[in-house]
């Protein structure tokens, strides 16, 4: 055999070898600059949907701003309260204890007698309420005092969820003072089906355990980015929305709701409701705080503004008649009318709007302090 014919044919190997180096070369640097481009796209979107969130009302929904839009693992399921949040959700900044409360963790007993236990009660605009910092200022005010405050709300809950978590949960755990805000979730209840009942039953569906899961990346990203915020709210959630899974679909029109708003009758089971629990604390010898609510003014629906303003009148009488205090929130929001858009919607405040919700609350308990000390007091009861 010629040797030259195998020396030529190791040099074509070896120009061959060389030829496919140099080729892919361009094709790896297409590849690093495709994804350089592309990741520079996203963060470009990301700083779009950040600004947007800033600037435009309602952008990028309330997600993660607002527990109620964040992904259903952030919820478990419950036998009498139909769901409530969940301790080993993967993501969310809310700390939810093994009680399904947010707050840190909180033995069933006391540590000691100077401890003062706070729990907030509502539904999706009370369950923004950021615990900590209200728990914060309130021990600043208090400070002979072992303030804890846990918050019982959750996205959903009306004033019947609300009586049961106070008879099945709170009322183990050596509650001092209950807050409650509650409005929105009784008046789809109480208006808006053609048929209607006291238990609720209307309104809330039996939970549905198979809901959609997100893996700890999504969770996480979820947490961090107001891209994914906008793609959950926008995206997602309108095929796989938390209350598909725990409400029922409205089937009264407005016109016809209105009528029964307007009857002299409406308000009776929220009414009811609280004042059950009223009653149920003060033989507990917990004292209650009832807080008026608050809609946005601009919101361009007679029925609504009707609705909570009968609601808030229920309150300030059962308020009166019982004998607890009352934080009349709505009637400040009136008074003050703060230039600043507060609302994310028609009910839940923004991030502007749970500064000023939180500011008034702590207004409020300093001035407790001398109209109502008996609400926060500053020695422990013998």
């Known amino acids: 055999m010629d040797p030259s014919i195998g020396e030529q044919s190791s040099v074509d190997r070896e120009h061959s070898g060389a030829e496919r180096h140099i080729?892919?070369?361009?094709l790896l640097r297409d590849i690093l600059f495709t994804l350089v481009v592309f990741l520079g796209f996203l963060c470009c979107l990301e700083g779009l949907a950040l600004l947007g969130r800033e600037l435009v009302p309602g952008f990028a929904g309330t997600?993660?701003?607002?527990?109620?839009?964040?992904?259903n693992a952030h919820y478990r399921s419950h036998p009498y309260f139909g769901l409530e949040p969940n301790p080993a959700s993967a993501g969310g900044k809310a700390v939810v204890n093994r009680h399904g409360l947010q707050g840190t963790e909180i033995p069933a007993s006391k540590e000691t007698a100077n401890e003062f236990r706070i729990f907030c009660l509502g539904g999706s605009t009370s369950e923004a309420l950021p615990v900590d910092q209200f728990e914060l200022e309130l021990s600043r005010l208090h400070p002979t005092r072992r303030l804890r405050v846990q918050n019982a709300a959750t996205g959903t809950y009306s004033t019947a969820?609300?009586?049961l978590v106070y008879?099945?949960?709170i009322a183990y755990l050596q509650p001092d003072l209950l807050l409650v805000y509650h409005a929105v979730n009784d008046v789809y209840p109480a208006a808006f089906y053609r048929e209607r009942f006291s238990d609720y039953r209307q309104y809330r569906k039996v939970w549905n355990e198979a809901l959609p899961r997100f893996p700890k990346w999504?969770?996480?990203?979820?947490?961090?980015?107001?891209?994914?915020h906008l793609f959950h709210d926008r995206v997602f959630r309108s095929l796989h929305h938390l209350w598909e899974y725990t409400l029922h679909p409205t089937d009264l029109p407005p016109r016809e709701a209105m009528v029964i708003v307007e009857s002299p009758g409406f308000g009776t089971w929220y009414?009811?409701?609280l004042e059950r629990l009223i009653l149920a604390a003060k033989s507990d010898a917990v004292r209650v705080v009832l807080i008026t609510f608050v809609i946005d003014p601009d919101f361009p629906s007679p029925l609504w503004h009707l609705a909570i303003a009968k609601m808030n009148t229920i309150?300030?009488?059962?308020?009166?008649?019982?004998?607890?205090?009352?934080?009349?929130l709505a009637a400040l929001f009136e008074h003050q009318r703060p230039k600043e858009n507060l609302f994310e919607d028609y009910c839940h405040f923004n991030s502007a709007g749970e500064r000023w919700?939180?500011?008034?609350?702590?207004?409020?308990?300093?001035?407790?302090?001398?109209?109502?000390p008996q609400l926060i007091p500053e020695r422990a009861s013998p």
């Open 218 to 228: 999504y969770m996480d990203l979820f947490d961090h980015s107001a891209l994914v």
């Open 63 to 71: 997600a993660g701003k607002n527990p109620r839009f964040q992904p």
């Open 161 to 163: 969820e609300s009586l």
């Open 271 to 273: 009414k009811r409701n």
């Open 23 to 26: 080729a892919v070369k361009p």
């Open 357 to 372: 919700r939180l500011q008034a609350l702590v207004d409020f308990f300093r001035e407790a302090r001398n109209k109502e």
């Open 315 to 328: 309150l300030r009488d059962l308020a009166a008649n019982h004998e607890v205090a009352l934080f009349d």
């Open 167 to 169: 008879l099945f949960k």
